[in-house]
C-alpha cells in the first residue's frame, strides 16, 4: 500500500527538520513534485530559498539531498534528522558529477 501525499508530506517535514516547510504537488502526469523551503532564508524579492524536484527520478531523494547540504553549508550546528543522510547524499552528488564527466568525455557515435 502505498502512503498519501500528506503522510508522504508529514514524513518528509519530519525529516527534514524545523527550519524546512515541505509541500509536495502533483505535475501535469500525476506525478509527486517535491518542494523543500527554508524558513530563515530569503533568496531574493522576499522569496524563500527552496529545493524543487520532481518526482521521476526519485524527486525526494533529490530535494532531500539539495536540502541537507543547504542545512550544512547556511545553518552549521541546526539538528535535523536529515543530516543523518550526508554522506549518502555527498557520495551520490560525487557520483552524477562522475557519470557527467564520462559522459563528456566520452567518444560519439561518429568517432569524434
Known amino acids: 500500500m502505498t502512503a498519501s501525499r500528506?503522510?508522504?508530506?508529514?514524513?518528509?517535514?519530519?525529516?527534514?527538520?524545523?527550519?524546512?516547510?515541505?509541500?509536495?504537488?502533483?505535475?501535469?502526469?500525476?506525478?509527486?513534485?517535491?518542494?523543500?523551503?527554508?524558513?530563515?532564508?530569503v533568496v531574493r524579492d522576499n522569496v524563500q530559498w527552496s529545493a524543487y524536484r520532481p518526482g521521476a527520478d526519485n524527486g525526494?531523494?533529490?530535494?532531500?539531498?539539495?536540502?541537507?547540504?543547504?542545512?550544512?553549508?547556511?545553518?552549521?550546528?541546526?539538528?535535523?534528522?536529515?543530516?543523518?543522510f550526508l554522506s549518502d547524499a555527498q557520495q551520490r552528488l560525487q557520483d552524477r558529477r562522475e557519470e557527467q564527466e564520462a559522459s563528456r568525455a566520452a567518444p560519439t557515435a561518429d568517432g569524434s
Open 6 to 41: 500528506s503522510a508522504r508530506e508529514r514524513k518528509a517535514a519530519a525529516e527534514a527538520g524545523p527550519l524546512a516547510k515541505v509541500r509536495i504537488d502533483l505535475d501535469g502526469r500525476s506525478q509527486f513534485v517535491y518542494k523543500i523551503s527554508c524558513t530563515a532564508c
Open 60 to 84: 525526494f531523494i533529490a530535494a532531500m539531498d539539495r536540502w541537507v547540504f543547504h542545512l550544512v553549508e547556511k545553518h552549521p550546528g541546526t539538528d535535523a534528522p536529515c543530516l543523518a
